[in-house]
C-alpha cells in the first residue's frame, strides 16, 4: 500500500505542475474567493459552536463543503478571557484536549534545585495534547508553522510566549493525529491559531490580574488596527504583557513541603516534628552544615552555645573534640532530627511562578493583485525577557590535611582514627537565570484561482514561503569546578596547579567551616568572585520553508462533487546552540551542562487528499463522504515515511451525525534529539541497595547480595550525574495509529449542540529517555541481573561503591497509548431581554499507558499530573449593554498509590527510626502516606458593561472561593511545588481580574 500510496502522491506532484501550466488560459476569477483566507482558514468567521458544524476550517484542504470526520475544536479568545486567560497559552489550554495535561510553562523553577530541565529552556510555554507532550502536537499561525524558539540545547517546539494573544480571533484545535495533511508532528493533534482581521479603526485593550494574597500579578496592554482599501487590507497589532512573580514564600503550602504521614494502625499524623512540636517543612537537603564523609552518620550543625538545653544528649557526644558543632540526623535516634535544617531564604525565595516580560509586534495584510491573483503576507516579531530565582547546592569534598579543614583532628581524635577526617561542607544558596529571546517569522506568498478547460471548473491555489529566527542568549550563577578543587586540595589552603578549566585565576582561601562563610553566607568578594561565576549562552533556530496546494473538484457524482487537493512542501531547520565556555568544558559543579549542540536537516514532501460523496437526500442518509489523505515524506536525516488517514461523515437527519476516522502520523526526531551534544544533570541519590536490609524485595535483596553490599550498605556520595545525548544514526521516527468515532447531536427544537466523540492514540517507537531513577531500578528489580541492558549504564565508584553516573542517552521505547472520550455542549437561548448560553467542555481519560520496553508497564491513567478527569463549564446573560459569566474549572481526583506494590503503605526509617528502640536503625516506621488528593474545582464570574458605544469595562473574579491546591506526599508520582503536585493547580488563590477597551 506505500508503494501505492508513494506513487500516487509522485504523480499528483505532476499533475500540479500539468494543471499550473493551464493558467493562462484562466477566465476571470470570482473575486469573493481572493479576500478569503488561505485555505488551512478558508471559511467565514465562527461562532462558539462551529466545531460542532460540517464546515471544518482547520483539518481538511478540500475546498467544497464536506462533513468531515475530524473533531475540531473551536475556542475564541474572547470566550477564554472572561475566564481570566489572557495569554495565549491560557487560552489554548481551554481547549478539551489540553486540560489535565502538566505544560511545559514558567512554574517549573521551583520544583528542584536549579529548576526543571526542560523542552525549549527555562520559562518557555509550549502546549502539548493528549498527555503526549508538545513535541507532538503542531502549532500553526493560520495555517503555516511556526518557527521554534527558546533557549538552551532542546530547542524544538513553538514557544507560545511569541504569539501576542490580543491578535488571536480563534484557536482550532484538530484532536488526533494529522501527519497525512500537515505533516510531522501531528501525532496528537493541530493547534491552529486564527488572527483577527480588523475592517477599520483602532483598538486598544488593557488586561489583568491581582491577587488578593500578592504576588503573582499580570498586565497587558495592547492596540489593534485595521484598514480595508477595497483590493486589499493591512493589520497591525502590538502588545505588551508582564507576568509578575510569585515566591515560595508567598503561599503556606509551596513555603513547606511537608511528609504527610499517617500511623498505619491509628491513622494519627506522625510526621517528623520540629523543635517547637509543629510539623516540620522538609523543603530541601540540609544547608550550613558538614558530613563526614567516611565514618560519623547524619550531619553536623553549628552551635557553640554550651549546655543548650534544646539538644538531646544524642547531639552532644562529640562535643569534647568537636566544640562548636552538634550532630544531626543521626539514624535511629529521631530526636536529631526535630532541630535539623531544612529549609532556607533560596528555597523562600524560590520562584513558583516565574516573571517574564514580551513585547510583540504583529503586521498582516493582502492585496489583490488581478482578478485571480492576491497576494498576502505577515510578520511577527516578539521579544522575551524572563528570569527565574531558584536554589543551587555547594558541597565539595575537603580534604583532611587542607588548612581550612578545622574539624579533621578533632574527628580522627573522636573516632580512634576511623574517621579520615574527609568532610563535606554543604550550603544552599540561591540562583538566577536570566533568558532573552528575539524572535522573528515572515511569511508570505500568493494565491488565487485558476480555469480548468478539461474540466470546465474553477480550482484554487497557494504558494507560499515563510522564513524565522529564534535568537535566545541565557545565563546563570555556577560555581566553579575546578576552583572548588583547588580550594579543597591537601596540604595547601588553595592549589593553583588545578585550575585547569577556568584560569588563570589567584587562588584564594576558603574558610569552608567558619561560621560566617558556612552558616551566615556573608562571602567576601573575592571569595564569591573566585568561586562563583556567570556566563551567557547563545542558542540560534532557523527555519525556512515553501509550502504550495492546489484544489478543486474533478467531476459531479450523484451525491456532489468529487473534489481533491496535492501539494507540496519543502522546509529547512537549523539549530546552533553553544553555551558558555565553562558550561562546554564540564567545569560547573552539580548543575547541568552541555557541549555545542548544532545540526540541520532538510524535509521534502508531497500530499494528496480526496472527498468523495457517497450517498445523499436518501432515508437515513441526508449526506454520506468519505475523505481520504496521503503524505510522502523525506528527511535528510533518517529517510522516508509514509502516512495515511481514512474518515467517514454521515449525517442521519438534519439533527443526527456520526462521524469516524482512522490513521497513521509519525514524528521525525527533533534537531536537538539528534545532535544533542552530552548534557550533564545532576540528581539526588537513588540506590536500591542503600539499606536493602530495612525493607527491599526478595529481587533487590538477591542482587545487592550478590554485589558484596551489606544489608546496613550506605556509601558515602555527591549525588548521580546522568548523561544525556542526541542520537543521529540510531534514533528511528515515531510512529502512531489514530482512530476516533463520534457523534453529534443539533436538535432542531432548540439552539443545542452536542459532540461527543472518542479517540484512541497509539504511539510506537517513543523518542524519549528511560530517566535516572527508572534505570537504577529496572536494573536492581530484574531477575537477569547483572546482565541486562540497564545495569550496563550504571557506574558505580570504585572505592565508595556508590552510583555516580547514570546514561540516560535518548532512545526510542516502546509504546504509549491514549484513550478518552470528549464531550462539548453548547446551548443558546434567545429571551424577551437578551439571551441565555451554556458552554461545556469535558474529557475522560480511559487509557494513558506507557511501555518503556517489552518487560515493563506503567499505568499512567489517575496519577499526579494525569487526573482521568477534567472539563470546564461556562453560563453567560446577555441583557441589553450588560453581560455577566459564570464558570468553574475541574480537575479530578488522582491517587498514587496504586504506583506502588504495597499501595500506600510505606517503611519510613531515616527520620522515623530508632522511636521504640533508640540507636536502631531497623527500628523503623510503618506508615500510610498521603497520595490520594480530591477533586479540585475553581469557579469564576464576570460582568461586562458597554460604557458606550466604543468603549466597555469588564470586572471579574477567579477562583471566587479561594480554593488552595492540593497537598501530597513526598512520594508523589510527578514532582511537588513545595507540597502541591503537579503544575495543573492555581498557586495565587482569589484573583480579581479586569478588562477596559476603547475603540477609535
Known sequence: MNRILKAALLGSGSAITLLLSTSSLAQPADPNLLASPAPAAAAPALTDTDELDEIVVTGSRLSSEYNSPNQVQVIKAETARNAGAFDTASIINRAVAAMGTQQVNNRLSATTAGGMVVDGGNNAQTIGLRNLGAGRTLVMLNGHRLTPAGTGSRVGQVDLNTIPSSIIDRVEVLTGGASSIYGSDAIAGVVNIIPRRASAGLEMNLDGNVSQHGGGNYFQGSMFWGKDYGDGYINIGAEYRRQESLKNRQRSRTSCAQDYVFDATTGQRTDLLDANGNIKCRNLNPTGIFFDYSFYGGWFQYDPTPGNPAYPATALGLRASLPDWVRAARGGYPETYTYGTSDSPAYQNADSIAPLETGSLYISGAYQVSNDVEAYGNLLLNRRVSS??????????????NPNNTVAKGLIQASNGSSTGLVQPQMNMGQYQRQTVNYGQATGGLRG??????????????????????????SSDFFYNDRLDAATAPGVACDPSRITISGPANCVSIPWLSKRFLVDQNWTQEERDFLMGRETGRTKFDQAGIDGSI?????????GPLDVATGFALRYQHLNDTPGYNARNGNYFASSTAGITKGSDTVQELFGEVGVPLLADLPLVEKLSFTGSGRYTKYRSFGSDETYKAGLGWTVAPWIALRASTGTSFRAPSLYELYLANQLSFYSYIDPCRRYGDSATATV????????????????????????????????????RNKSVGLVLTPAFANLNIAVDYYSIAVNNEVASYGVGSIINRCYNNPTFPGNSFCAKIIRDPTTRAITVVDDRLVNLARQTQRGIDLSLN???????????????????????????????????????????????????????WTGFYGFNFIGPTNDAKYYDNGNLFTYCGAYAGRTQPGNRNDCLKVT??????????????????????????????????????????????????????????????????RLGKTF
Open 701 to 736: 535483596t538477591a542482587n545487592c547480595t550478590a554485589q558484596g553490599f551489606a544489608p546496613d550498605f550506605d556509601p558515602a556520595n555527591s549525588g548521580i550525574t546522568a548523561v544525556t545525548g542526541g542520537g543521529k544514526g540510531q534514533l528511528e521516527a515515531e510512529t502512531s
Open 551 to 559: 484544489s478543486g473538484s474533478l467531476f459531479d457524482l450523484p451525491a
Open 929 to 994: 502516606e498521603k497520595l490520594k488528593v480530591g477533586s479540585y474545582m475553581t469557579h469564576y464570574v464576570s460582568v461586562k458593561y458597554q460604557l458606550v458605544e466604543d468603549m466597555f469595562a469588564q470586572l471579574g473574579v477567579t477562583n471566587m472561593f479561594d480554593k488552595k491546591p492540593p497537598v501530597m506526599g513526598s512520594d508523589s508520582f510527578t514532582y511537588r511545588t513545595g507540597s502541591v503536585p503537579s503544575n495543573l493547580y492555581d498557586l495565587r488563590g482569589r484573583t480579581i481580574t479586569f
Open 449 to 474: 484561482t485558476l480555469d480548468m478547460p478539461l474540466l470546465n471548473r474553477k480550482w484554487s491555489w497557494d504558494v507560499s514561503g515563510h522564513a524565522g529566527r529564534s535568537d535566545g542568549r541565557y
Open 388 to 401: 527565574s530565582d531558584t536554589w543551587q547546592f555547594l558541597y565539595p569534598l575537603l580534604s583532611p590535611t
Open 827 to 881: 446551548f443558546r437561548q434567545p429571551t424577551d431581554f437578551g439571551s441565555f448560553g451554556i458552554d461545556v467542555q469535558w474529557n475522560w481519560v480511559l487509557e494513558n499507558t506507557l511501555r518503556r520496553d517489552e518487560t515493563s508497564y506503567e499505568d499512567r491513567n489517575g496519577l499526579s499530573g494525569n487526573p482521568k478527569t477534567t472539563g470546564w463549564v461556562e453560563a453567560s446573560l446577555n441583557i441589553g449593554k
